[in-house]
């Protein structure tokens, strides 16, 4: 069993930063592949960005690339978003996802599917962000 705790959101205005960081507690080994979610004001969860632990390979979702980035601490078993330019539209709550079925393919895939938050066994909590005009 894993427990996901994501802690580092907040408010900014428009153009700030913020780093959200994902520690994994429990059976770390089943959290071979990461990532997150958003999920907006009345919207539906959206991909941001999957890595694959064992080599770092990351994969971004449409307009999250080149303003977040993903970077991991394997001894913390740590996995932290560095947010950049935020946008209203980055506006919503974030969760921490993690998966030991799917392979490091799927992991790269999942995150863009319409319906791939379904795909992660486990889920933190979530964080939210709010960025202002």
């Known amino acids: 069993r894993v427990r996901l705790v994501e802690t580092g959101g907040g408010s900014v205005q428009t153009g700030g930063s913020l780093t959200l960081s994902c520690e994994a507690f429990?059976?770390?080994?089943?959290?071979?592949?990461m990532g997150w979610f958003h999920e907006g004001p009345g919207k539906g969860r959206e991909g941001v960005a999957s890595?694959?632990?064992?080599?770092?390979?990351?994969n971004y979702v449409g307009t999250f690339g080149g303003r977040f980035t993903l970077s991991q601490d394997n001894v913390k078993n740590t996995l932290t978003l560095q947010m950049n330019s935020l946008k209203p539209e980055d506006t919503g709550m974030y969760y921490c996802?993690?998966?030991?079925?799917?392979?490091?393919?799927?992991?790269?895939?999942?995150?863009?599917?319409?319906?791939?938050?379904?795909?992660?066994?486990?889920w933190g909590q979530g964080t939210q962000v709010t960025v202002s005009a």
């Open positions: 890595i694959w632990r064992g080599n770092a390979s990351a």
């Open positions: 996802v993690a998966d030991h079925t799917l392979s490091s393919t799927a992991c790269m895939t999942a995150i863009m599917h319409r319906e791939g938050f379904q795909m992660y066994t486990y």
């Open positions: 429990g059976d770390v080994q089943e959290t071979p592949c």
